[in-house]
């Protein structure tokens, strides 16, 4: 999107609240969030093999107080009651049916990497905790769209690592917005785990592009979003425009 066109809407204050908490990165256009994307502290995962991705950097690792307030309680899967799902995900995603040897998970705050594309070509992936993403899955025939909670690695019993991602899902509810026809979703509720939420990253195949915002009602204030309030507009401005 030219940056003229920022410049328009952000002169217009209702347009104004959809540009909210983003940015663009001047690089390859993709949007992040305006929480900062950490080149400091980054950990190459060299033996990392499964899929089609490769040059994994992991960027600011969480310590015990981030992983706390990013609503997580440890850095041990059977605690943070993930050990079933990560059984799951390497069964159903690696064929991997042992008993997993080590316990302890790591938390990182943004990741990136190469993917190959069924086409051949190679793109190059980043992305960081709080952005929406879409994943190679389908929601309703849509392509299924969620918000990376965690950044997590684990390594295996031979001693290889593994990423995931931690997603709360958007669900796609096929209702439409009055004012700005974009279409709604509703964020995955805590208590609903229909949807796994933990997958390789290797589903998510290009950096965040479209920003998700609060579908704002009357108990929604400036300062703070009703957070009961589950439902998300997508921003298909941003989606058509880049
Ligand atoms: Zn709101």
Same mark, same amino acid.
């Not at 997590?152 to 004012?179: A, P, R």
């Given at each position: ?109 943004? *990741?990136?990497?190469? %993917?190959?594309?069924?086409?051949? !070509?190679? @793109? #190059?992936?980043? &992305?960081?905790?709080? =952005?929406?993403? /879409? ?12 918000? *990376?909670?965690?950044? %997590?690695?684990?390594?295996?019993? !031979?001693? @290889? #690592?593994?990423? &995931?991602?931690?997603? =709360?899902?958007? /669900? ?71």
């Amino acid at each position: 999107m030219a940056p003229q066109l920022f410049k328009e809407l952000i002169i217009e204050l209702r347009l104004r609240h959809l540009l909210s908490g983003w940015c663009i990165d001047d690089n390859d256009f993709s949007i992040h969030t305006s929480r900062e994307f950490a080149q400091d502290n980054l950990t190459e995962i060299s033996n990392f093999s499964h899929f089609n991705c490769s040059e994994i950097k992991l960027g600011s690792k969480w310590d015990k107080q981030k992983i706390e307030s990013a609503g997580f309680i440890s850095d041990n899967l059977e605690t943070n009651g993930l050990l079933e799902c990560i059984m799951r995900v390497y069964s159903s995603y690696f064929s991997i049916e042992q008993a997993l040897l080590n316990m302890k998970i790591r938390y990182y705050q943004n *990741v990136s990497y190469s %993917i190959v594309e069924s086409n051949g !070509d190679y @793109q #190059d992936v980043r &992305f960081c905790v709080g =952005e929406a993403v /879409e994943t190679t899955l389908s929601d309703g025939g849509q392509p299924a769209f969620g918000i *990376v909670k965690g950044i %997590i690695g684990h390594k295996w019993n !031979d001693d @290889q #690592d593994y990423i &995931f991602i931690y997603l =709360e899902w958007l /669900e796609y509810l096929n209702k439409f917005d009055d004012l700005l026809d974009c279409p709604i979703y509703r964020l995955q509720n805590a208590n609903n785990n229909s949807w796994d939420r933990i997958h390789p990253i290797s589903i998510v195949s290009r950096s965040p592009y479209i920003p998700f915002i609060h579908n704002c009602k009357s108990k929604c204030s400036l300062q703070q979003h009703d957070i009961t309030n589950c439902e998300y507009i997508r921003n298909d401005f941003f989606f058509t425009a880049i």
